[in-house]
């Protein structure tokens, strides 16, 4: 059974601050997902990464993907309110046609 | 070009009752799936269909259940509703196709489910 694996779970970070979010998943993928959610919308989505060593950046959030170790991240540089947010990834595996999601990682940047 | 629409936005039913409910793909996505979102569960993956067919199923009792139409909508029932159903069921639509998946998901607005 594929597991996702987020950490942290909550996150609180001072305006300008660098910070990393991590998503480990138990088996192999050639997808990976990572969505933002603001409280009571839905899941916009962010990155698509699809094969090892991919790195996406949009503003100031960049996010890269080793699937040797199974392990994607979620950079963000110089952090501002508006990030504030809960974070998921998600990985799609092979022909299952479904989304495993991680438990989301609730970003909140304080003044 | 339009998103994916989902209805209700919000439904209350009692305890026992049934609901359906309706998510409509962006045009030309030819597979939907379901998740359901709770705050002890998060979110777990409920069924996807493509061309009227399911192929995949959650690990959900049978009183989910669900349908796709030839116009790419679908549509989800719950029967027997109980308390822990109360949840945001939100649809995501691609285009999925036979080959490779390089387009990936995009969700629509959820609808937001309480039972009591």
């Known amino acids: 059974e594929l597991k996702v694996e987020q950490n942290p779970l909550f996150l609180s970070m001072q305006e300008g601050k660098n910070y990393t979010i991590y998503c480990n998943y138990s088996?192999?993928?050639?997808?990976l997902y990572w969505y933002r959610q603001d409280p009571g919308k839905s899941l916009e989505s962010l990155f698509v990464?699809?094969?090892?060593?991919a790195v996406k950046q949009e503003g100031r959030l960049m996010a890269s993907l080793d699937t040797k170790a199974r392990l994607s991240t979620l950079h963000i540089t110089a952090a501002v309110h508006d990030l504030s947010a809960t974070y998921f990834c998600a990985v799609d595996t092979g022909s299952a046609r479904q989304l495993t999601f991680g438990s989301g990682t609730q970003l909140t940047v304080l003044p | 070009k339009a998103g994916v629409t989902q209805t209700p936005r919000y439904l209350i039913k009692t305890r026992g009752q049934q609901v359906t409910l309706s998510c409509s793909p962006i045009?030309?996505?030819?597979?939907v799936s379901w998740y359901q979102q709770t705050p002890g569960q998060g979110l777990q993956f409920l069924f996807e269909y493509f061309s009227e067919t399911q192929r995949n199923k959650g690990n959900f009792p049978g009183r989910f259940s669900g349908r796709q139409f030839s116009n790419s909508r679908s549509e989800m029932n719950v029967s027997t509703l109980e308390l822990g159903d109360s949840a945001l069921y939100l649809c995501a639509s691609s285009l999925n196709s036979q080959g490779p998946r390089a387009y990936g998901y995009t969700f629509g607005s959820g609808t937001r489910l309480t039972v009591v």
């Open positions: 088996t192999t993928s050639d997808r």
């Open positions: 045009s030309g996505h030819r597979s």
């Open positions: 990464l699809l094969s090892n060593g």
